[in-house]
């Protein structure tokens, strides 16, 4: 996986068909385009060292979700959170999350949802099966070998992914027809790293051998949908391979920034991450509530709103509504920019219809109500290819950092391998992969 740095070209024309040219034939994702920017995404040293460092304190967060669930489950913690992560699972998937074999395990790659806001950084969602790995690996080599400084290095996408596998000798990357816009990126990405060793198989592959290791890249609600599913995670279970991310629902859950603010569990994540992890998400993390349609007593409140029952948010004006609904987990409407509804871009109508269907949907599909915070506008740029220039583009930026966890227990360490900067034009409200974003990586 060495790099040769090539010389910087010399104009903005030369560097954006330098990076066209390098596009992998096959592509990085299956019928979808998106912009190129001749430059990366340039952050300052300061937020540079925050995306470096955060990676720690997601790492210690996912290990107390862990712990929190298994002490909720004991009746050592509240037993309302484990009732609350176990709305609408199937028993067998239940069944494994507890499994002994699984106890200790978390997902071996982080990825969070962070916006730029006037406020500095919010957190909006972690991600545990999330797409554009390979894309970013890619981003980052191609314009690394342009001289440029991106944070993660040349090839710490490509050396953070292997490094979570550790010796196995076959390395399998299981991806489903749900995910299929993705298999492209993630072909390239075993191409990369050793076509003999790592493998992208479809759902019927069932040849695993003794120590190998699966990357599951397949949502949880997904199962019923992929025929070697049961296998791959009974032979985990028997530690017969290594399978990550861990058949656990609970880390493909929005809700659990709704856990981080509930102040029955305070000093539960005050033990857990310490004082300053602690401030620290909840500086990042915006206000979460899970729409739970059980009645208050005659004197509650929910707090923050205000709101004695969740139908009275059906009635909000406009401009009470910078919040956004978002399905929880478990269904297909809980990734990309499926299953959300931003309160103050949504007539009075659609916004109670909204509201409606989240509380129809606790018993079976959960939904979280959390504060929206506008991203700030940026200043980019990309090439048209047509016209042979640079266009100037406001916009409003997400930023994919990726951390790669290797080692087990207290000796666990989530490495920063890069980061995918996506700027959606200005007028755009939700920020996602769509066809008239630049995707860059960022850099110093």
Known sequence: MENQIDQLPPDAATQARFIQANLPAQGLFSGHDWRISPTPFHLGPELAKDLERLGRVLLQFNKAVNRLYRLSLEGKQPRWVAEWLDQGKPAGLLELQRAAAFKNEWPRVIRPDLLLTDDGLTVTELDSVPGGIGLTAWLTQTYSRMGQAVLGGANGMLQGFAGIFGNAPQVHLVISEEAATYRPEMQWLAEQLDPQRFHVRDAAFQDFAEGDAVYR???????????????????????????????????????????????????????????GFLKRLLELVPYTWLI?????????????????????????????????????????????????????????????????????????????????????????????????????????????????????GDAARANLGGVLATVCPADKKIIHGMTEAIFAPAAI
């Open 217 to 275: 890249f397949f949502e949880l609600f997904d199962t019923a949908n992929v025929p070697n599913a049961a296998t791959l995670f009974q032979k985990a279970r028997e530690q017969h391979l290594r399978l990550t991310p861990p058949p656990k629902p609970i880390f493909e859950e929005k809700m659990l920034f709704a856990l981080l603010w509930n102040r029955h569990l305070r000093g539960y994540w005050r033990q857990e991450l310490g004082e």
């Open 292 to 408: 739970d349609p059980t009645p208050l007593p005659a004197q509650g409140a929910f707090p923050q709103l205000d709101l004695t029952d969740w139908t009275q948010l059906k009635n909000l004006s406009q401009r009470e509504r910078d919040l956004i609904l978002k399905v929880s987990g478990f269904s297909p409407k809980a990734w990309g920019a499926r299953g959300v509804f931003l309160g103050n871009d949504l007539s009075q109508a659609d916004w109670a219809a909204a509201v409606d269907s989240a509380i129809a949907g606790f018993g079976h599909s959960p939904s979280v109500l959390q504060r929206f915070k506008k991203p700030r506008l940026v200043d980019f740029q990309w090439f048209d290819f047509a016209t042979n220039q640079v266009v100037p583009m406001p916009g409003r930026v997400r930023l994919c950092p990726y951390y790669f966890v290797t080692g087990d």
